[in-house]
């Protein structure tokens, strides 16, 4: 069998990376903003308002995960998943989110759909301590056809300027404290309907594989968990020094963004259990290379600590019903370019 990879899928991880790179370039050349804070390339982006405070900003969307919610019709999760990629990458500087936006452009507008995903945004919202505050709904007949869609979210959180968690403070031998996920969340899924379909395994999405209490289909449209409590109850403890989400890019590429370009990490990939779903995509073919690279592998949000402080911090988001592991620590290294 031919090794798959997300580029053969058709996405490519490093010509994201250098389309960021682009972007950072023509901001360089950019009239700047005084109440910016920080640049491009964050989990969030930052402004100061005054009297101490900082709004952040994100937006993100579902990706090719909208493709298995038609091919399944489990629509209602594809909502949190909005929810979460924002409000999940927004918690990681210590803001608390306020509101949310939605955009859903489709070549025809299906009501039944529709009404299913927003209701997923709403619950969601409540769920991250924030509101739904407005959206936009957009039928494109001939940029989309009548079964196609896609979807967008923003988010927008406040927090005080002198609790921005941003990273910096993190030294070698600080801890990677890292919370599950929920299953692959909403990364890497054009990976995972290659490795499904023809080009991989071709297992019928209403299969239950040996050991499973779901299909298939039900499995990789679990929706995103939402980090928000656990984040903000963490911290609060004042003792979290770093926060990432595990999105695209993987374990590594996604922690490596907070942490000083001085130092490194390493990841003990032995010290969670790795949930099912991922095996079963490996054996379509993919390297275990790759497949740290695109997914979360179970673990979708980590916190970067110094050793004293791992306790307080395992209390804080088991309060939160989440049990935290260490997966890694700090590392000294070459300064990175």
């Known amino acids: 069998m031919a090794k798959l990879s997300y580029e053969k899928s058709g996405v490519s991880i490093s010509g994201g990376d250098a389309w960021v790179e ?72 210590g803001a608390r989110p306020l509101f949310f936006l939605d955009y859903a452009a489709c070549g025809r507008l299906d009501e039944s759909i529709l009404k299913e995903i927003v209701q997923g945004v709403i619950s ?16 494109m007949p001939g940029v989309y056809g009548p079964d196609g869609f896609d979807l967008a979210g923003f988010s927008v959180g406040i927090v005080d300027e002198d609790k921005i968690i941003d990273g910096s403070e993190i030294s070698e ?12 969340h909403s990364n890497g899924y054009s990976l995972v309907r290659s490795a499904l379909g023809k080009d991989g395994i071709d297992i019928p999405l209403d299969t239950v594989p040996e050991g499973w209490d779901k299909t298939v289909g039900e499995t990789v449209m679990t929706p995103t968990k939402l980090y928000v409590k656990a984040a903000l109850a963490a911290a609060a403890t004042g003792k979290v020094r770093g926060m990432a989400h595990i999105t695209g890019g993987g374990m590594y590429g996604n922690i490596i963004r907070i942490i000083p370009k001085h130092l490194d990490i390493a990841i003990d990939f032995g010290s969670w259990k790795r949930p099912a779903v991922f095996d079963l995509i490996q054996s379509a073919g993919i390297d275990e290379d790759e497949m740290r690279r695109v997914f979360n592998l179970g673990i979708g949000f980590v916190f970067a600590a110094h050793p004293d402080d791992l306790d307080e911090i395992k209390r804080a988001v088991s309060a939160c019903g989440e049990d935290a592991v260490v997966i890694g620590e700090v590392i000294k290294c070459v300064p990175r370019a």
């Open 173 to 184: 031998g600080d801890l990677l404290i890292g919370l599950s996920s929920s299953g692959i």
């Open 124 to 139: 969601a919202c409540e769920e991250s301590l924030c509101t739904l505050l407005g959206g936009e709904t957009a039928e």
């Open 22 to 93: 682009t972007i950072k370039s023509l901001l360089s050349k950019a009239p700047k903003d005084s109440s910016c804070v920080g640049g491009v390339g964050g989990f969030a982006g930052l402004y100061r308002i005054g009297n101490g405070q900082c709004l952040a900003a994100c937006c993100d969307g579902v990706g090719t995960k909208l493709e298995l919610g038609k091919a399944t019709g489990l629509y209602r999760g594809l909502g949190q998943d909005l929810v979460a990629m924002n409000v999940n990458d927004l918690v990681t500087v």
